[in-house]
T-cell receptor
Framework: GDSVTQMEGPVTLSEEAFLTINCTYT??????LFWYVQYPGEGLQLLLK?????DKGSNKGFEATYRKETTSFHLEKGSVQVSDSAVYFCALEAWQAGTALIFGKGTTLSVSS | NAGVTQTPKFQVLKTGQSMTLQCAQD?????MYWYRQDPGMGLRLIYYSASEGTTDKGEVPNGYNVSRLNKREFSLRLESAAPSQTSVYFC??????????????FGEGSRLTVL
């Protein structure tokens, strides 16, 4: 079935460092892809999305490009801040479950000043 | 603007006890979901309701039941709790079919411990 694999964490960076969190997927067809973020003690919230191949989603300085050839959707940010410390989840739309999403296991990012 | 509201936020149960997690959304969304979050496992779908009056199993439905009480409310019931059901439970909603793809709105979570 459809699945998402994202890099294991935790990822520890200094402020202003470059961030990459890898995400690859296995899916039937070409599903929409998403990154969600979870701040401590909160629920998940949508960070960005891409609905078709070569689309680039962006928000709050984060970017991810839907790569059909490599079945990837890596999350990047040029200069992280302490406030970016959170858990990041890659996800895809599960056609076999209504409009539910299948999530990766999450990657914890910790940014120090 | 409340969004998705879950109750209770914390609960401790003994093995074999039952309980219901309540979820309500005020965004007039058609679809609602229950996920559980476990360390190293990410979020896994328990049940979902694509529209009022329908419910379907997700990836990990065993030991749970759900009720879509009306368009606003979607409850999750544990009939006989087991330690393996210790987890953080998230309710979410979305516009569903015909709505913006993938925009799930999550509650703050309910932390359940089964002793």
């Amino acid at each position: 079935g459809d699945s998402v694999t994202q890099m294991e964490g935790p990822v520890t960076l200094s402020e202003e460092a470059f961030l990459t969190i890898n995400c690859t997927y296995t899916a039937t067809g070409y599903p929409s892809l998403f990154w969600y973020v979870q701040y401590p003690g909160e629920g998940l919230q949508l960070l960005l999305k891409a609905t078709k191949a070569d689309d680039k989603g962006s928000n709050k300085g984060f970017e991810a490009t839907y790569r059909k050839e490599t079945t990837s959707f890596h999350l990047e940010k040029g200069s992280v801040q302490v406030s970016d410390s959170a858990v990041y989840f890659c996800a895809l739309e599960a056609w076999q479950a209504g409009t539910a999403l299948i999530f990766g296991k999450g990657t914890t990012l910790s940014v120090s000043s | 603007n409340a969004g998705v509201t879950q109750t209770p936020k914390f609960q401790v149960l003994k093995t074999g006890q039952s309980m219901t997690l309540q979820c309500a959304q005020d965004m007039n969304h058609n679809s609602m979901y229950w996920y559980r979050q476990d360390p190293g496992m990410g979020l896994r779908l328990i049940y979902y309701s694509a529209s009022e009056g329908t419910t379907d199993k997700g990836e990990v439905p065993n030991g749970y039941n759900v009720s879509r009480l009306n368009k606003r409310e979607f409850s999750l019931r544990l009939e006989s709790a087991a330690p393996s059901q210790t987890s953080v439970y998230f309710c979410a909603s979305s516009e569903g079919e015909g709505g913006p793809t993938g925009e799930l709105f999550f509650g703050e979570g309910s932390r359940l411990t089964v002793l």
